[in-house]
């Protein structure tokens, strides 16, 4: 049986193939398209060092948005009300010598936000987010599970900025 493939019938695949994608809605994620108010934005609640605020100021900028250092010249106010991270055990050990044991934590963060105009309107209601996400603790590996912990935690953070984002492109664009 010959595997090899002339070129127009390669061609084809690729045309098949490219059209089978546009088809199901695929499209690369590309910035967010903000509402003009948002075009000056003043980030408050968190300190400018805080490592959440540097990733949500990145996200604003990369969309387009010019994050400022002070609310003089902001068009809208962009205020985190609340942002806490919390940590539980899912499940121990319940059975040989060592009984009560980790074996797995539960992560949550919680996200709370709200956006005035810059003349003190509401333009969004405060918004709520959260993730959980869960993760096998490993009694001879505690070192590696932190690791672990940690990057679940990056990945937490990211999605919420990303949840955040949305809510903030849908917002009316009074």
């Known amino acids: 049986m010959n595997l090899k493939m002339s070129y127009s019938a390669r061609y084809l695949a690729v ?19 903000m509402p003009p108010v948002m075009q000056q934005t003043y980030l408050s609640g968190l300190s400018e060092y805080n490592e959440f605020a540097r990733e949500i100021r990145r996200a604003l900028e990369g969309s387009g948005i010019s994050v400022l250092s002070s609310p003089d010249n902001a068009t809208a106010e962009l205020t985190i009300v609340e942002s806490s991270t919390d940590k539980r055990v899912l499940s121990v050990q319940a059975s040989g010598q060592s009984t009560g044991k980790v074996e797995e934590y539960e992560l949550h963060h919680r996200l709370v936000f709200k956006v005035k105009a810059k003349d003190g309107r509401t333009l969004l209601e405060p918004q709520k987010l959260e ?38 492109q849908a917002m009316p664009a009074n």
């Open 15 to 33: 045309v098949l193939m490219a059209l089978l994608l546009s088809a199901c809605g695929f499209q690369l994620r590309g910035a967010a398209n």
């Open 131 to 168: 993730v959980t996400r869960d993760y096998l603790f490993d009694k001879n590996d505690p070192l590696g599970k932190s690791g672990e912990e940690v990057a679940i935690r990056e990945e937490m953070r990211r999605d919420l900025i990303q949840l955040m984002l949305l809510r903030l």
